[in-house]
Nanobody, 123 residues
Framework: VQLQACGGGLVQAGGSLRLSCAAS????????MAWFRQAPGEEREFVAVIMSMLRITHYADSVKGRFTISRDNTKNTVYLQVDSLKPEDTAIYYC?????????????????WGQGTQVTVSS
């Protein structure tokens, strides 16, 4: 199973990006898919999660109203639309898959991880 994340980049504060994560060898419709992020010197933290068929979502308070998670099960892909970016959003963003199809926020609950994509927000 491989998760391939892309879409990161360098943007100015207030800008937007769309992150994508494609899952191979994985029936992603059976998994919850999530995004986490990790800033330099910090622990990896939860950003957003989406369940499979019901598309129920949950967000970290710090991104609520600015970030939107979505998925296309026909493409085995999960997306993270990041708007109104702030310098404190600068981090490596990781996608993850969780077998139990739950709204988990802990790193330890996820079964598969992508390699990460860098998002840098300049002030």
């Amino acid at each position: 199973v491989q998760l391939q994340a892309c879409g990161g980049g360098l943007v100015q504060a207030g800008g937007s990006l769309r992150l994508s994560c494609a899952a191979s060898e994985l029936t992603s419709s059976r998994y919850s898919m999530a995004w986490f992020r990790q800033a330099p010197g910090e622990e990896r933290e939860f950003v957003a999660v989406i369940m499979s068929m019901l598309r129920i979502t949950h967000y970290a308070d710090s991104v609520k109203g600015r970030f939107t998670i979505s998925r296309d099960n026909t493409k085995n892909t999960v997306y993270l639309q990041v708007d109104s970016l702030k310098p404190e959003d600068t981090a490596i963003y990781y996608c993850a898959a969780e077998l139990g199809n739950r709204l988990q926020v802990l790193v330890s609950e996820y079964d598969y991880w992508g390699q990460g994509t860098q998002v840098t927000v300049s002030s």
